[in-house]
């Protein structure tokens, strides 16, 4: 038998030891593979250098292999914008980078801003744009990414003074180790960044960079990562020189509890493997690290790697091999410097992933959510522009189209929010179209504001009603009809504008002041001062009016009430009402001179057919009276559309009728019929005012028919009512904070939030030439008008059978039609 020598003896026994050395020396170089604080000169790739551990020796060979340049305009800034709608749980966003596993370049998930804005974004290859943004809006249904068409942090101007503060992150070894998952944040791990980022001055910015690449196919990590962790387990087991013994027992410190478990949650088979850079900084001008610097960084302590923090280098470091400027373009082109460390899907997610855009709106933080009601249907980009509507970092043009606007526009917001703004706006479109258009303002700020933005070349045709002018009166006679119109129309308007005022109204009274309206209507410039004379029974006049309707009727039941029941079956008590009623408006100052005097020289059928336009100015009249005449004027003016059925539809000229504070104009029962009728012969109507109880349920649910509605803020309880009128699209808690300017549109079936536009431009020129063309043409001096009335009152001195303007004595002298400006 051969006996072994003694160094035999101790070269075996020292095997295990040397093997077990060289064991360590390749298993030094390969867990440290992307856990390294070494600083290349030149842009390395992500990936480090492969070898399948155990088989491959790449002992010889650098860990980091460099990066394959390219051209700065090959690469794309995007931008995500995350609806408050959208759901961002973990698995939509771990699916998200799965998916990104096919991508060809690296990829940098950003978060940076300031106090004034901050972004989400993503820096891709130009090959990878179109792919990427297709399975972000596939996952992300209520979300979006766009084009970042104004990136932040290309737009950083290299100064002298400008520096970058920054920390790269890198793990320990072994980077089979887990790193922190997002069971374990179990919140986004972003909040403390986005409220750090949101107290940087204005003057720098501060970001947040995740860079990462999936790892070339060709490369095995997860059978190197299951060799390492199946190492570690032996050496927990036996030791580190026990490798080499044929026997071998478990030693006291090994914890084999959670190993198993860790093979499958590093080297799960479904979780494809990336290499990542995580790094956190600011750019600024000052000399030194701001103390924000912390802040924004004090995120990163939530990430642990293998149960220890994540390490990190600091721009210093980075400084001794590189400028400033040589910084700002690593951030910019997404490159790196050191290989990057192993993550699997479920990891990198802690690292890069969209958060609830509610989180941010809760603490009203300056990152601008993706607008929830945006336009959708292209066909509202054309028409009457009414405001814009904010979307994934477009302006898009919210507009009536023509044929929803012909059902009629309501808009409802309390005082302040806009209201009016979107009034002028649209009338201004409309009138500068050709159209022609009423604007009836019973406060007078709008129709003043209407008067300063009307284009000179329109001054011309532009008539400026103010019934309460203190020196001019206008030319205008309610009962006189326009060709074409029905005479029993024009009294049940002037009926129902009264009746609106007035509350204690019964049968009686409206039956005497239907017929002497109609009757009226059947003598030559009758006014109503004349109807007020009528219903005076005993005076003379009553009774010479009486004797004329009666002569000149030529509708049977209205001759038989003033021929008999006028006078049977009413006594002068009985027409007190009548005469208490018109009284407010025969004896209501300047407005009284109006309504007393005969003649008409403001046609409301003419002001339609030929594309005029009439600002009416309520605001010097009393309550009653402004209330009475602009029921009267927006009545008559849909009476006046219905008599344009003589002419063919496509020569009727569009015309828009504008009423500021509608309530005060429509009657309780008139309102479905009004929506109807402006529909039916051509008519924008638009109806403006605060408060949805200001009509009643009926009227309310009128309004609901019109193709637009148009919300500002309002209160708890119409905004409820409207939440369900917006197709349940919008909480009413939305309605009740919305800003001024800020609006919510049901047009048509499609509804949007916007911004109203602007108010328009004040127009150059003087405005005063609209007042005066009015005053010369379709005004009296307030004199000459007290004299005719005076003139044509001697009527009832001698017999006559003509109320004419020239008979009754309405007629001048060169000196009462003087005019003078005022």
């Known amino acids: 038998m051969q006996i072994a020598t003694i160094d035999q003896v101790r070269l075996e026994r020292a095997a295990p030891r040397m093997a077990a050395k060289k064991l360590m020396a390749l298993l030094s170089m390969e867990i440290a593979k992307g856990c390294s604080p070494r600083i290349e000169r030149e842009p390395v790739r992500l990936e480090p250098r492969y070898a399948l551990f155990g088989v491959e020796d790449d002992a010889e060979q650098a860990a980091a292999i460099p990066e394959v340049p390219t051209e700065p305009g090959e690469w794309l800034r995007l931008r995500i914008w995350v609806s408050p709608d959208q759901k961002c749980d973990w698995t939509r966003s771990e699916t998200l980078l799965k998916s990104m596993a096919g991508l060809s370049h690296r990829v940098a998930f950003e978060i ?134 044929r026997y071998m027992q478990q030693a006291p410190s090994g914890d084999l509890r959670n190993m198993a478990s860790d093979v499958e949650l590093k080297a799960h088979n479904d979780r494809p493997f990336f290499n990542a850079a995580a790094r956190v900084g600011m750019i600024t001008e000052k000399p030194h690290p701001p103390p924000s610097l912390q802040a924004l960084t004090a995120f990163m302590n939530l990430y642990q790697h293998g149960g220890r923090p994540l390490r990190q280098i600091g721009d210093g470091e980075y400084r001794k091999m590189f400028r400033d400027s040589d910084l700002i373009r690593m951030i910019q082109r997404g490159t790196v410097y050191r290989p990057g460390f192993l993550v699997n899907s479920r990891e990198l997610v802690g690292l890069a992933h969209p958060f609830h855009a509610k989180l941010v709106e809760q603490r009203r933080l300056p990152l601008a959510a993706l607008e929830t009601l945006p336009v ?40 302040g929010m806009g209201k009016s703004t979107v009034l002028l706006n649209m009338f201004r479109q409309d009138i500068e179209e050709g159209s022609g258009a009423v604007f009836i303002d019973i406060h007078g700020d709008a129709v003043k504001q209407a008067l300063t933005i009307i284009p000179e070349g329109l001054r011309s045709r532009t008539i400026y009603l103010n019934p309460g002018d203190p020196n001019f009166v206008p030319l205008w006679n309610p ?28 049968d009686r009274l409206e039956h005497v002041i239907r017929n002497g309206l109609i009757g009226l209507s059947y003598l030559k410039h009758a006014s109503l001062l004349d109807l007020y004379s009528l219903v005076r029974q005993g005076s003379p006049e009553s009774e010479e009016l009486r004797q004329m309707i009666v002569e000149a009727a030529l509708d049977e039941p209205v001759k038989k009430f003033w021929q008999q029941d006028f006078l049977k079956d009413y006594r002068k008590s009985d027409l007190q009402a009548p005469k208490h009623k018109l009284s407010k408006l025969v004896a209501a100052g300047n407005v009284s001179l109006m309504l007393s005097q005969p003649e008409n020289r403001i046609s409301f059928r003419r002001i339609m057919d030929e594309g005029m336009i009439l600002l009416v100015d309520l605001s010097s009249v009393g309550n009653d009276a402004g209330e009475i005449l602009g029921a009267l004027i927006l009545s008559l003016f849909l009476n006046a559309a219905m008599g344009r059925s003589d002419t063919p539809i496509d020569q009727r000229k569009r015309f828009s009728i504008f009423a500021d504070e509608a309530h005060r104009f429509v009657a309780a029962n008139a309102i479905e019929n009004i929506i109807v009728q402006a529909r039916k012969f051509g008519i924008n109507l638009c109806l403006a005012h605060q408060y949805l109880s200001q009509f009643g349920t009926r009227q309310v649910d009128a309004l609901s028919t019109a193709g637009t509605t148009i919300l500002g803020k309002v209160d708890k309880r119409d905004s409820q009512f409207f939440a369900k009128d917006m197709q349940d699209l919008v909480d009413p808690k939305e309605i009740m904070k919305l800003e001024k300017y800020e609006m919510i549109a049901r047009i048509g079936k499609e509804v949007v939030r916007m911004v109203t536009r602007p108010p328009p431009e004040v127009e150059g020129g003087d405005v005063g030439s609209i007042l005066e063309n009015t005053h010369r043409n379709y005004c009296l001096p307030v004199d000459a008008v007290r004299k005719g009335l005076a003139r044509r009152s001697e009527r009832w001195n001698s017999p006559f059978r003509d109320l004419s303007a020239d008979e009754m004595g309405w007629s001048f002298s060169e000196e009462d039609l003087a005019y003078e400006e005022c």
């Open 112 to 245: 940076s801003g300031n106090i004034q804005s901050i972004t989400i974004g993503l820096l891709v290859h130009r090959a990878d744009a179109y792919v990427l943004t297709t399975i972000f809006r596939g996952l992300f249904e209520c979300s979006e990414v766009t084009v970042d068409r104004e990136p932040r942090l290309e737009r950083v101007d290299w100064g002298r003074d400008t520096r970058v503060y920054l920390a790269d992150y890198y793990p320990d070894p072994p980077y089979s180790h887990l790193l922190t998952s997002y069971e374990e944040l179990n919140s986004p791990a972003f909040m403390s960044l986005v409220q750090a980022l949101s107290q940087v001055p204005d003057a720098d910015i501060g970001f947040y960079q995740c860079v990462f690449q999936p790892v070339a196919a060709t490369n095995d990590w997860h059978r190197n990562v299951k060799r390492l962790l199946d190492l570690e387990y032996e050496i927990n087991l036996h030791g580190l020189y026990s490798l080499g013994r």
């Open 376 to 415: 959708r249907d292209k066909s509202l980009h054309n028409g009457t522009h009414i405001g814009d509507s904010p979307y994934a970092g477009e302006i898009q043009p919210v507009c009536i189209p023509e044929d929803v606007r012909s059902r009629s526009t309501h808009i409802l917001s309390s005082a």
């Open 479 to 506: 009962l006189t009809l326009d060709p074409g119109e029905n005479i029993y129309r024009r009294a049940d308007d002037i009926v129902g504008a009264l009746r609106r005022v007035f509350s204690d109204w019964g």
